[in-house]
């Protein structure tokens, strides 16, 4: 059993940025791809990024290209989110999620509020 917990949430004023991380335990999360997601207030939960754990290839959302980028850091054994260029529309809760075939694991969410 792995459990995700998720860090670095807050509020911020627009144009600024976040970095969130991702932690685990139970279990290391180097050996599983890990994905970080969202839901906005009425809104779908959103895929935003992904780190697979065999090659480190990373996966963006073309919503979120070129302001979140997602990292491995091995040695804290954690998954960051860094978010530059924050609006409003990025206002929502964010999970982590881990798995190898499937999203098995979720962290509870951490929220982000952009004001304006």
């Known amino acids: 059993q792995v459990q995700l917990v998720e860090s670095g949430g807050g509020q911020v004023q627009a144009g600024g940025s976040l970095t969130l991380s991702c932690a685990a335990s139970?279990?290391?999360?180097?050996?599983?791809?890990v994905g970080w997601f969202r839901r906005a207030p009425g809104k779908e939960r959103e895929f935003l990024a992904s780190?697979?754990?065999?090659?480190?290839?990373?996966y963006d959302a073309d919503s979120v290209k070129g302001r979140f980028t997602i990292s491995r850091a091995n040695a804290k054994d954690t998954v960051a989110l860094q978010m530059n260029s924050l609006n409003a529309e990025d206002t929502a809760v964010y999970y982590c999620?881990?798995?190898?075939?499937?999203?098995?694991?979720w962290g509870q969410g951490t929220q982000v509020t952009v004001s304006s």
């Open positions: 999620a881990a798995g190898r075939n499937s999203w098995a694991y």
């Open positions: 139970g279990r290391t999360l180097s050996t599983y791809d």
């Open positions: 780190i697979a754990w065999s090659s480190g290839r990373t």
